[in-house]
């Protein structure tokens, strides 16, 4: 029971431990698709808030430059014809113009191209034919309207770069190349501590600027982005990292190209961090619930646990002691259940025991009174044929014996015997026999002094010699023998009658205690003793039978050996138990 109780304490604390994690768990993994939809989405609105204010950037810087270069191409300076004061302007503009131009260029009418770098316009002119300013004049419209080009390179000894150009009222085109710099500064300067990766691509799809780190090839976003509008794309660098690449086409001023990219590690970072802290919280509550739980359960399996140990307190627990517990709760009432189970069953115990007892009595009287009818008829049939045979003379003589034999089998009211007078009473059975029929009947005894005192059942051998007489000697017509034997074998007293009369087959032999003969009197007295035997003794004990035809039979009785009435009533008694 203790180990009973302390298996539920344990099933139940398990039991809360198990709902609670997986409580828990399931809360955790709730929150955390819940927190990555906010996060995810979180980030996306702001991602792309930081790229529209990066393209507004991008914008004012851009209109700067095209005001700057509007300016630049409304100076008459510019139209004197005189290369020397037309550098010496261009020159002058730089220096006092906005941060971020590289080289300012002017075309006139006549295609005639000046630069504040007149002689590396002039080298580069002589050494690789260089013409990009003009090109760049070509492409620009006559309406009068500042334009940005497209991605170029502006020399073999700088990087790629686009320019800024107006055509004037005088057919003159203003030119002022830009530095990335200053624009990869406007973007950095609006995500400030922003973690971004960045890249802006041209109209055409050439790269501008980019801070991507060397495990991200510029191309491959180039060629993810193919014919996706705005929005957000998946794409997985080289290096097997997954991100998210925002495309922004918000700009006023030019058709340049925007893109955002975002290490998806780091909303996975964000959310691992929020787990954290939310399986901590989850496992503090866990463990305050298992507090709370195993107090509450305690309380209930306490008064239990007391009710159990009163069950044990003694090796037959007592009703009283339950029927008499005070407590007004559901353990109380349980308490006084017990209490009336347990008089019920000392009632129903007590009324067994007392059928048990008058059944088994019954039984042994009903067995040890069916040997006497037929007996006395088998005596009376005896005397009557007697009578019949002319044998009046003899009559009173076996009057007398079957007169002593009656004594000697009545007179004690008791339902065993010693074994000496159980062979008192055959020997006077054998002297009617002998008077019934006229033939030398003999009994030979085989008994040791010191076993005649011994008990037995009573009326134990008289019918197994009366069998013997009637379907053993008589059958054979001639004068026979009965041998009363007796001894002890492993602990156990062996009574031996065996005759020399007709005998019987195996099949007959054992078919003898069955009781389902045809003749009555074998039936009734060998397989009555037999039964007799185990009701008293138990199994273990009773006859078992030898016979072959033409031979005799031998039929041997086992009893336990006792000596005393107190052996005989603990020995009968606890077979019954």
């Known amino acids: 029971m203790g180990n009973l109780r302390h298996s539920i304490i344990l099933k139940l604390l398990a039991a809360f431990l198990a709902a609670g994690l997986l409580m828990a768990f399931a809360l955790m993994l709730v929150q955390g698709k819940l927190h990555f939809d906010v ?3 979180k980030q996306s609105v702001e991602y792309e808030e930081l790229s529209r204010n990066a393209s507004d950037a991008i914008d004012s810087l851009l209109q700067e430059y095209k005001n700057a270069i509007t300016q630049l191409s409304y100076m008459q300076e510019l139209n004197c014809g005189d290369r020397d004061e037309v550098g010496k302007t261009l020159k002058n503009y730089l220096s006092r113009s906005l941060q971020g131009f590289v080289k300012l ?8 191209m000046y630069s504040s770098s007149e002689v590396v316009l002039e080298t580069l002119r002589k050494t690789l034919n260089y013409d990009v300013p003009l090109q760049l004049a070509y492409a620009t419209p006559t309406n009068g309207a500042a334009v940005i080009s497209d991605v170029y390179r502006s020399s073999m000894i700088t990087a790629n770069t686009v320019a800024v150009s107006r055509r004037n009222s005088l057919g003159g085109v203003a030119i002022g190349e830009l530095s990335f710099d200053a624009i990869q500064e406007q973007i950095e300067l609006v995500c400030g501590t922003w973690d971004v990766k960045y890249l802006l691509l041209s109209g055409s799809s050439k790269v501008i600027c980019s801070n991507l780190p060397k495990t991200i090839e510029p191309q491959s976003i180039v060629e993810r982005l193919v014919g996706k509008d705005e929005g957000w794309t998946n794409y997985t660098g080289e290096d097997q990292v997954k991100y998210r690449l925002f495309s922004s086409s918000g700009f006023r001023k030019c058709d340049w190209k925007l893109v955002i990219i975002i290490d998806e590690t780091s909303v996975y970072t964000s959310l691992l961090m929020l787990m954290r802290t939310n399986l901590v919280v989850s496992a503090l509550l866990v463990v305050f619930m298992i507090a709370v739980l195993a107090v509450i359960a305690w309380h209930f399996i306490k ?9 044990q307190s003694t090796e037959t627990p007592q009703a009283d002691a339950f029927l008499n517990e005070k407590r007004k709760d559901e353990i109380g009432d349980l308490s006084r259940s017990i209490g009336t189970m347990l008089q019920h069953i000392d009632q129903m115990t007590e009324a067994q025991a007392e ?49 002593h034999l009656l004594l000697l089998s009545t007179e004690k009211t008791a339902p065993y015997d010693t074994l000496g007078d159980e062979v008192k009473c055959a020997t006077e059975y054998m002297d009617i026999m002998r008077l019934r029929y006229e033939k030398k009947y003999e009994l030979s005894i085989n008994v040791a002094d010191e076993l005649k005192d011994l008990l037995v059942i009573k009326l134990l051998i008289l019918p197994i010699i009366e069998n013997s007489v009637y379907h053993g000697l008589v059958q054979t017509g001639r004068e026979g023998l009965i041998i009363i034997e007796a001894f002890v074998e492993d602990d156990m007293l062996m ?74 009533e603990a020995k009968s008694n606890e077979n019954r138990l």
């Open 105 to 112: 260029y002017y075309v006139d009418a006549n295609d005639n």
């Open 39 to 41: 996060l995810y989405d």
């Open 355 to 403: 059928t048990q007892k008058k059944r088994f009595e019954a039984e042994k009287r009903a067995l040890q009174n069916q040997i006497a009818p037929h007996f006395l008829y088998n005596s009376l049939n005896m005397l009557s044929s007697l009578a019949m045979s002319g044998g009046q003379d003899r009559i009173p003589m076996a009057v007398s014996a079957l007169v």
């Open 303 to 311: 008064p239990i646990r007391l009710l159990s140990r009163s069950i």
């Open 495 to 568: 009574v031996s009658v065996m005759d020399n009369g007709c005998g019987m087959d195996e099949h007959k032999a054992e078919k003898l205690l069955s009781g389902n003969q045809d003749s009555e009197i074998r039936s009734t007295g060998l397989a009555n003793t037999d039964a007799r035997i185990k009701l008293y003794f138990g199994d273990e004990y009773g006859l078992s039978v030898r016979s072959k035809v033409g031979i005799g039979t031998r039929i041997i009785i086992s009893l336990p050996v006792i000596h005393t009435i107190d052996e005989w």
